[in-house]
């Protein structure tokens, strides 16, 4: 029993890594919006691949991995949409909201069972898995971004629903993506393995 608890340990390090080299090099590919100033604080978006190792941890490895997976695997995207633009409440916030998209997604997934791993069930799954954590994207920037940094509500919220389509946009390429690769037999079963 200790080996598979220390595996499973190892590989929700590796999945973390794995989604912070993601995030990377998707924010270095994709830059939609740069760096747009807003009085106090810098706000940039981008893309961001990073949940394709959280939703991989949370189908192999369940709520926690997926959880701990999305934490982990949000601290590259925390520094470059938070601290380095002067955002404590980005910084500290997005990997929070990273590790909710990766419990929901590991609940979900346990509760489909097999259903999930034949494929088509992916795109839904992702898309719903991140609901939590768009509700809390919201909650930050229309609630506590106006009292942090004095910012206009309705800037606020225009920022968020920018932010918002982005990331559903995001989880549905995630499903698809997602789709294909467990539906390749060799790389389903090599995961497995490494999670079991």
């Known amino acids: 029993m200790r080996g598979r608890s220390t595996k499973g340990i190892v590989m929700t390090g590796i999945m973390g890594a794995f989604g912070n080299a993601l995030s990377f090099l998707s924010i270095r590919v994709a830059p939609l919006v740069p760096s747009l100033p807003l009085g106090p604080i810098s706000v940039s978006i981008a893309l961001d691949m990073s949940h394709i190792a959280t939703f991989i941890a949370a189908l192999f490895g369940g709520p926690i991995p997926g959880c701990l997976t999305g934490l982990i695997g949000g601290?590259?995207?925390?520094?470059?949409?938070?601290?380095s633009k002067g955002n404590?409440?980005?910084?500290?916030?997005?990997?929070?909201?990273?590790?909710?998209?990766?419990?929901?997604?590991?609940?979900?997934?346990?509760?489909?069972?097999?259903?999930?791993?034949?494929?088509?069930?992916?795109?839904?799954?992702?898309?719903?898995?991140?609901?939590?954590?768009?509700?809390?994207?919201?909650?930050?920037?229309?609630?506590?971004?106006?009292?942090?940094?004095?910012?206009?509500?309705?800037?606020a919220s225009i920022l968020t629903l920018q932010i918002l389509a982005k990331a559903f946009i995001e989880m549905a390429v995630m499903g698809l993506i997602l789709m294909g690769l467990i539906r390749n037999r060799g790389f389903f079963e090599y995961i497995k393995g490494l999670f079991s």
């Not at 791993?117 to 919201?138: D, H, L």
């Open 88 to 155: 404590l409440i980005t910084g500290f916030g997005l990997p929070i909201g990273k590790a909710l998209t990766g419990l929901t997604a590991g609940i979900i997934l346990r509760r489909f069972g097999s259903r999930s791993r034949n494929g088509v069930m992916m795109v839904p799954i992702t898309v719903a898995s991140y609901i939590p954590e768009g509700a809390y994207t919201a909650l930050l920037f229309i609630y506590i971004f106006p009292i942090a940094f004095g910012l206009p509500r309705w800037i």
């Open 75 to 83: 601290l590259l995207a925390s520094y470059e949409f938070g601290f």
